[in-house]
């Protein structure tokens, strides 16, 4: 009874609605795919094949390579146009046989595959042994590593602008976010498996419920206040989801609210800290960086004065700056224009990335020093009172299970 109930259990969970569901439970020939309705549905399949093939067998979709391919793609898309609304979820499992060629799961604006990073879509594809994000017409973006012949579940949200991005599988035993952007508002927008027939890959699900679901900031703050102490962080994040309030505290010279951004009025030492709590010690920490003078950017793992991380912008370097002990170390450094000021940096244990205005500065690197493993406060730093910050945003990381309610959708 059990193995009878855990298949029907697949078949239709109980209280889910799918808006496109495909098990690829029936069986299709190389080449015989396109238009056949997606098992158990809804949905229709829509494919590309051009020189190589892609087939059903097993519960299991499969594009093959064709030995000396010309440039063209495989893919397999799906009829229905989904109208932009934020926290729509499309869950998709892919496996590659190599992560080398761009291989992925997207939302894109028509039925076409990969193609040039110029086009809109929004998604995860393999380059190098790399996840890139893929986002609205944006360069692709390295956002994590990915490996051959595994499983990963992706997990691709919309956002009435942009698009969150999570993976699970491989080295993410939970779902991590790899990536949040606000790019490109398109719509309607169709769901594709799409790579070069240089290279195989497969899939075992795709998946739209009905249910919206969006990931909760740990913190959020636009700063769209009155001028005066900063108080605490706002109960709704950036895509109108309800987020916990933060409490700000000075703890290095004192921070205010001027004109909707955060700007230090006075120094200690030549340095203002202002952090909320946030209880995670892995927390994508973002904010948007206008310079005056010297130092401006974030700070994240913060135990005390003497013992914190910080990605700052200092008018030529972009830089990850490790104290400890009130000893300091550039652990990434590059000559980068400060631009838009979107700084970002993701960590994952003792792994770090810095970002500006959505490309990677230096590469990712080790912070080990166990004064920096445990901080949960993450927040702003400066060292001129002419420089300010903004939209500061903050997420899980994922390691402690935060996203875990996608679970009920990649069974």
Not at 21 to 26: A, K, L, P, T
Not at 80 to 88: D, E, K, N, Q
Request: aromatic residues 8%; charged residues 15%.
């Amino acid at each position: 009874m059990g193995l009878i109930y855990d298949l029907l259990w697949k078949l239709s969970p109980p209280g889910i609605k799918w808006l496109l569901r495909d098990e690829f439970s029936d069986t299709r020939a190389a080449g015989a795919v396109n238009g056949t309705p997606a098992t158990p549905g809804p949905g229709t399949r829509g494919t590309i094949e051009v020189d190589g093939t892609i087939s059903i067998a097993g519960g299991v979709m499969t594009a093959s390579a064709q030995a000396f391919p010309a440039d063209n793609r495989l893919a397999t898309f799906y009829n229905t146009a989904f109208s932009r609304t934020a926290g729509r979820v499309l869950i998709a499992q892919l496996t590659c046989v190599n992560t080398i060629t761009q291989q992925g799961v997207l939302w894109a604006i028509d039925m076409t595959p990969v193609g040039s990073a110029a086009e809109a879509r929004w998604g995860l594809v393999t380059y190098d042994n790399l996840w890139t994000a893929r986002v609205s017409t944006l360069a692709s973006i390295a956002v994590g590593v990915s490996a051959a012949a595994t499983a990963y579940s992706l997990a691709l949200i919309l956002r009435s602008t942009g698009v969150y991005l999570l993976c699970s599988g491989g080295g993410y035993p939970t779902w991590t976010l790899l990536w949040m952007n606000a790019d490109g508002n398109n719509t309607p927008l169709y769901v594709g498996i799409t790579g070069p027939n240089s290279a195989s890959y497969s899939s075992s699900f795709v998946r739209i419920p009905d249910a919206l679901w969006l990931p909760q900031p740990l913190a959020f703050d636009s700063l769209s206040r009155g001028d005066g102490a900063l108080g605490s962080s706002e109960t709704v994040g950036p895509d109108g989801q309800a987020t916990p309030a933060r409490t700000w505290v000075n703890r290095v010279g004192t921070t205010l609210v001027a004109s909707n951004k955060a700007q230090a009025s006075a120094l200690v030492g030549g340095v203002a800290i202002a952090t909320v709590d946030t209880g995670t010690v892995n927390a994508i920490t973002d904010a948007t960086l206008t310079r005056a003078g010297n130092e401006v950017g974030v700070v994240l793992r913060y135990a005390d004065s003497d013992n914190y991380i910080r990605a700052i912008h200092d008018g030529t370097n972009c830089k990850l700056v490790k104290r400890v002990a009130a000893a300091e170390t550039d652990v990434i450094s590059a000559v980068v224009a400060l631009g838009a000021g979107a700084i970002r940096v993701i960590p994952d244990g003792t792994s770090f990335a810095l970002y500006l205005n959505d490309v990677q500065v230096g590469a990712t690197s080790t912070i080990n020093d166990a004064a920096l493993q445990t901080g949960t406060q993450q927040g702003l730093y400066s060292t001129n009172v002419g420089n300010t910050q903004d939209l500061l945003s903050i997420f899980a990381r994922g390691s402690n299970g935060e996203y875990a309610a996608l679970n009920r959708w990649s069974f």
